[in-house]
């Protein structure tokens, strides 16, 4: 069976990898000219890392730099802390840490493997139109060719083009009301076990330190949806004069941090993905952000876009047709994204109270938190058995 998959991203890579060792042929046309190196950082919780080992690839994290975080504290715009989200046992819970990384280090990382196996990547190369019939589906590329395969599965990210040619009235993916920044800086400040979550007084800020290098990010609301260009053309200089105002009455460190940083490593307005009615067709899947896009807020993105992967490859090695084992995989997969897809946005409204319902939002934040702690349980303790039969399994 040969797979074609649209999108060298997270997903997408780890699909590669994870068919190469169920032992199917993949080939991968990837949009960006090269392996991307966008993003700020991300978390991959113990789910994704458990994942990753199911693949042997669990070193990747520490490759990649990574470093584990024991939790998280949250504070209110005082800098008091209002509730906590204990990690310290997390290794021996769910075994496996959360870890903090660089987004794009991870990704090179995956790519790097990716090209060890010698999967084929076309990179600068999008895929435009796809037909589907009978025996296989054919994909339509920007250079005009034409790519045949037995299963194509769209890895291609929240604005999905797959998506978009197999579901055409599917929901566009749904704009959030905030604006994400974020990036490391040098500073000369204690370390952080724990990451610190902080509801500002006009926006949220969210910081760990490790040897001397703060990660950092801001979540402001901005209720119109701005237009890419929009956020494009402002300069880092011009985005850190606006995060030092909305921060400037918030408690220390996080104006000494801004105070140390000379740039962004970038602006993203977030966005999520109504649940969408399908994610298949007989020969057409989506998988990670392109079948269930969520807000950062989760902290599941690109750990579940691991998982799909991984389960996605175990579903069509262990079924002969592609038309049910993508069914099987959709089976398995909807109802857990579709849960914490909400548990995002849920945490995400939270972040954007209003001055005067902050009051209210911080006495009922312990109590949601004991609630999304349990929510987190679920999330965390999720683990694929590789060599279990898809057919029952699954
Ligand atoms: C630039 C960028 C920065 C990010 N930064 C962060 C961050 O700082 N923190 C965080 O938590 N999450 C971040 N994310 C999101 C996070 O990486 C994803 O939630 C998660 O990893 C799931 O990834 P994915 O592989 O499903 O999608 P993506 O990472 O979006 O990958 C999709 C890939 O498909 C390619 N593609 C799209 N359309 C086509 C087409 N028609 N033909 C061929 N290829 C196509 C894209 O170029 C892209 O490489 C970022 C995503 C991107 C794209």
Same mark, same amino acid.
């Given at each position: 069976?040969?797979?074609?998959?649209?999108?060298?991203?997270?997903?997408?890579?780890?699909?590669?990898?994870?068919?190469?060792?169920?032992?199917?042929?993949?080939?991968?046309?990837?949009?960006?000219?090269?392996?991307?190196?966008?993003?700020?950082?991300?978390?991959?919780?113990?789910?994704?890392?458990?994942?990753?080992?199911?693949?042997?690839?669990?070193?990747?994290?520490?490759?990649?730099?990574?470093?584990?975080?024991?939790?998280?504290?949250?504070?209110?715009?005082?800098?008091?802390?209002?509730?906590?989200?204990?990690?310290?046992?997390?290794?021996?819970?769910?075994?496996?840490?959360?870890?903090?990384?660089?987004?794009?280090?991870?990704?090179?990382?995956?790519?790097?493997?990716?090209?060890?196996?010698?999967?084929?990547?076309?990179?600068?190369?999008?895929?435009?139109?796809?037909?589907?019939?009978?025996?296989?589906?054919? %994909? $339509?590329?920007? !250079? @005009?060719?034409?790519?045949?395969? &037995?299963?194509?599965?769209?890895?291609?990210?929240?604005? +999905?083009? *797959?998506?978009?040619?197999?579901?055409?009235?599917?929901?566009?993916?749904?704009?959030?009301?905030?604006?994400?920044?974020?990036?490391?800086?040098?500073?000369?400040?204690?370390?952080?076990?724990?990451?610190?979550?902080?509801?500002?007084r006009e926006a949220f800020f969210?910081?760990?330190?490790?040897?001397?290098?703060?990660?950092?990010?801001?979540?402001?609301?901005?209720?119109?949806?701005?237009?890419?260009?929009?956020?494009?053309r402002i300069e880092g200089p011009?985005?850190?004069?606006?995060?030092?105002?909305?921060?400037?009455?918030?408690?220390?460190?996080?104006?000494?941090?801004?105070?140390? %940083? $000379?740039?962004? !490593? @970038?602006?993203?307005?977030?966005? &999520?993905?109504?649940?969408?009615?399908?994610?298949?067709? +007989?020969? *057409?899947?989506?998988?990670?952000?392109?079948?269930?896009?969520?807000?950062?807020?989760?902290?599941?993105?690109?750990?579940?876009?691991?998982?799909?992967?991984?389960?996605?490859?175990?579903?069509?090695?262990?079924?002969?047709?592609?038309?049910?084992?993508?069914?099987?995989?959709?089976?398995?997969?909807?109802?857990?994204?579709?849960?914490?897809?909400?548990?995002?946005?849920?945490?995400?409204e939270r972040k954007i109270s209003?001055?005067?319902?902050?009051?209210?939002?911080?006495?009922?934040?312990?109590?949601?938190?004991?609630?999304?702690?349990?929510?987190?349980?679920?999330?965390?303790?999720?683990?694929?058995?590789?060599?279990?039969?898809?057919?029952?399994?699954?």
């Amino acid at each position: 069976m040969k797979v074609l998959i649209v999108g060298a991203g997270i997903a997408g890579c780890t699909l590669a990898l994870a068919l190469d060792k169920a032992g199917l042929e993949s080939h991968i046309v990837e949009a960006r000219p090269g392996v991307d190196t966008g993003g700020a950082f991300l978390a991959l919780a113990p789910n994704g890392v458990n994942a990753l080992r199911t693949l042997d690839l669990g070193g990747i994290p520490e490759t990649a730099g990574g470093f584990v975080l024991s939790g998280l504290d949250f504070r209110n715009a005082k800098g008091r802390r209002i509730a906590q989200l204990d990690g310290e046992q997390d290794e021996a819970r769910y075994g496996a840490p959360s870890i903090l990384l660089q987004r794009a280090r991870l990704q090179r990382e995956l790519a790097s493997r990716v090209s060890a196996a010698g999967i084929r990547t076309d990179f600068d190369t999008r895929v435009l139109d796809v037909v589907q019939d009978a025996a296989g589906v054919t %994909a $339509t590329l920007d !250079a @005009g060719d034409t790519v045949r395969a &037995d299963a194509l599965v769209g890895a291609d990210g929240i604005f +999905s083009t *797959i998506r978009q040619l197999a579901w055409p009235e599917a929901q566009p993916p749904r704009y959030t009301g905030i604006i994400d920044c974020g990036g490391w800086t040098d500073v000369d400040l204690p370390e952080t076990a724990r990451q610190q979550m902080h509801f500002g007084r006009e926006a949220f800020f969210g910081h760990a330190i490790r040897n001397g290098t703060a990660y950092w990010f801001s979540n402001f609301p901005r209720s119109q949806e701005p237009e890419r260009a929009e956020l494009d053309r402002i300069e880092g200089p011009a985005w850190m004069s606006q995060l030092r105002a909305l921060h400037a009455a918030d408690p220390a460190p996080i104006p000494g941090i801004l105070a140390a %940083a $000379t740039d962004s !490593a @970038g602006a993203w307005p977030i966005y &999520d993905l109504p649940d969408p009615d399908e994610w298949s067709t +007989s020969r *057409i899947c989506l998988i990670g952000d392109a079948a269930h896009a969520m807000s950062p807020s989760a902290g599941q993105g690109a750990s579940l876009a691991i998982e799909d992967g991984v389960v996605l490859a175990q579903s069509l090695r262990d079924h002969n047709d592609p038309s049910p084992a993508l069914e099987r995989f959709v089976q398995a997969r909807k109802p857990r994204a579709e849960k914490i897809v909400k548990f995002g946005r849920q945490i995400g409204e939270r972040k954007i109270s209003s001055a005067a319902s902050n009051v209210v939002r911080d006495l009922g934040l312990p109590l949601f938190l004991r609630m999304g702690a349990r929510a987190t349980a679920d999330q965390y303790g999720y683990s694929v058995e590789w060599d279990a039969d898809a057919h029952t399994s699954l």
